[in-house]
Structures are given as C-alpha cells and as structure tokens.
C-alpha cells in the first residue's frame, strides 16, 4: 500500500513547513517556555515550547504577531511584528524571533520612579 500512497504522503509532510516559525526570548536572549504567541485574525494562540520556539501553518497573507509572557518581575511583551507570507504551505516557513520586553505599567512606572529617586540615580 505504501507505493500506491507514498507520494501523498510526502506533499502532506511537505506541507507542515509553511507559515511563520521562530524562536520567543528576552532581551538577553533567554528563552521563554510558556510565552503565549498570537496572530492577529487567527482565534487559537501557540504556546511557546521548552526551548522557546513556536510555529503556525499560514496560507499566503500579511499578519501581525504579538508574544506575552509573565515573568518574576511582571508581564513581557513584544512589539507587534508584521509578517508577509508569500510561500505557499510547503515552501518554507517565514522566520519572525520575538524579543520580549518588560512592560511597565503606570503602578511599576511610579514604584520605578521612586527606587531611582531613593538611589540617588533620578
């Protein structure tokens, strides 16, 4: 049965590398498990895998992604990142890596004020 379907076979494995791939890491490069990856006008969000990376199947399209995660020190963002796939499913995956940032709220903005203006550096 294998000779009768072997070349269907391989255009479905083929087509599971298309889309957009990368990698979810801090400012100092550190991956990020867990983070929390989304593209706009696409209703299910990826998470992240132990080494960071993430991956969605896209047809041809422009997309904006956007990661989150939360940390220690309060939640991490990205920038919204436009991506234009122009490869069909198949033809390789759009690498787009998603720097996280701290984002600081008006609460953290204010407590970050203050720990300056109590170490002398305001």
Do not use: F
Request: glycine share 10%.
């Amino acid at each position: 049965h294998w000779e009768n379907n072997y070349a269907s076979m391989l255009s479905v494995i083929q087509s599971a590398d298309g889309g957009v791939k990368g990698l979810v890491v801090d400012e100092e490069g550190s991956a990020l498990p867990g983070a929390r990856v989304r593209i706009a006008s696409v209703d299910k969000e990826i998470v992240a895998t132990d080494r960071g990376e993430y991956w969605r199947l896209l047809l041809p399209g422009t997309y904006t992604v956007t990661a989150i995660s939360q940390s220690e020190y309060g939640l991490l963002q990205s920038e919204p990142t436009k991506v234009v796939i122009s490869n069909n499913l198949g033809d390789g995956a759009q690498v787009v890596h998603l720097v996280l940032k701290l984002k600081l709220t008006k609460e953290r903005r204010g407590s970050c004020a203050h720990l300056l203006e109590w170490t002398g550096r305001s």
